[in-house]
């Protein structure tokens, strides 16, 4: 088997890649970052989400796994101390997959018909302004929604509800749903402006389109990405046909990470 690592480059986790990565080849798999079939990210889940990213035209064939050398992660759930048992693991059993859903974002753009920009996020896309507020025409399956004035708009899978999405008052949505979610950021609601005020939950089937009504310049993140894009005549959300494929070797129940990621108190040293 083929595989990549991915580190966050500090000290800690380039020591565990560099002894994963040995141990791996000393198992006979290949070190191959061109063309992996799995990708172990180390570091957290800023990790996982730029491992994704490094791979995200190749994810019908590759399947990422995350080791954390942080706290308890959302994409990391094997630790430095369990290393050896993973390398095993790897190397001896074949391993079982899990598929969440993504998010697919397409930008068109005013000055250019033909032009457009398709692009997938594991977390989430936030739509802002360097200054000001974004003025949009929602657009909700082809009908006329709301018009949202406010700092902006987040759409979030559900693996991603439980980053920006929820520091901005949106449900923890279990990724056996494929939907996306849409948070409002700050938004202005008066005589002019009324906006819904409490998350939409789209299914599958159903996109959301943004038309700008004021400005086109716009701050527009994928995941950890951020770029600045002018001319944006539209910005289209659903949930993708694509899908991430996490490796599983042992059971990584989604809501006791909820739990022990926000619930479960963790002692501090005094
Ligand atoms: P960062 O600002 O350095 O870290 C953002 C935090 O979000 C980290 O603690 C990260 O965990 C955590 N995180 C990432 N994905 C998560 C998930 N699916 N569920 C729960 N927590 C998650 O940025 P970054 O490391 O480059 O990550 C980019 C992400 O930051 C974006 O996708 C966005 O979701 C999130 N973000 C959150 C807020 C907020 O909560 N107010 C604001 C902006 C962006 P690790 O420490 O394990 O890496």
Redesign the pocket.
């Known amino acids: 088997m083929k595989f990549a690592i991915v580190s966050r480059g500090d000290e800690r986790s380039d020591k565990i890649k560099a002894k994963m990565k040995q141990y791996l080849i000393d198992f006979d798999l290949l070190y191959d970052t061109e063309t992996p079939e799995l990708v172990i990210s180390v570091g957290?889940?800023?990790?996982f989400?730029e491992a994704f990213r490094r791979y995200v035209d190749k994810l019908d064939t590759t399947a990422f796994l995350g080791v954390?050398t942080?706290?308890l992660?959302?994409?990391?759930d094997w630790t430095s101390d369990e290393i050896e048992k993973l390398v095993i693991e790897i190397a001896k059993t074949p391993f079982h997959v899990v598929e969440y859903p993504l998010l697919e974002v397409i930008i068109r753009f005013s000055n250019d018909e033909k032009k457009s920009l398709r692009s997938l996020a594991l977390?989430?896309t936030t739509i802002k302004t360097v200054e000001g507020s974004v003025v949009f025409d929602v657009q909700i399956r082809g009908e006329h929604f709301e018009t949202f004035r406010g700092d902006g708009l987040c759409i979030s899978t559900p693996?991603?509800s439980?980053?920006?999405n929820?520091?901005l008052g949106g449900g923890i949505i279990h990724p056996s749903l494929e939907s996306i979610q849409i948070t409002e950021i700050a938004s202005i609601n008066n005589r002019v402006f009324r906006t819904i005020g409490s998350p939409l939950i789209l299914p599958k089937h159903h996109t959301c389109l943004l038309r700008p009504l004021r400005k086109d310049s716009f701050i527009i993140a994928f995941?950890?990405i951020t770029r600045s894009f002018t001319n944006v005549k539209s910005i289209q959300c659903r949930v993708a046909k694509e899908r991430v494929r996490f490796v599983r070797y042992r059971p990584f129940p989604f809501w006791n990470r909820v739990r022990d990621?926000f619930v479960t108190e963790v002692k501090r040293d005094e």
Do not use: I, R
């Not at 957290?44 to 990790?47: E, K, L, R, V």
């Not at 992660?73 to 990391?76: A, L, S, V």
């Open positions: 957290g889940d800023g990790t989400l954390h942080g706290h992660g959302f994409y990391t977390n989430e693996s991603g439980t980053a920006y929820k520091a995941d950890h990621s």
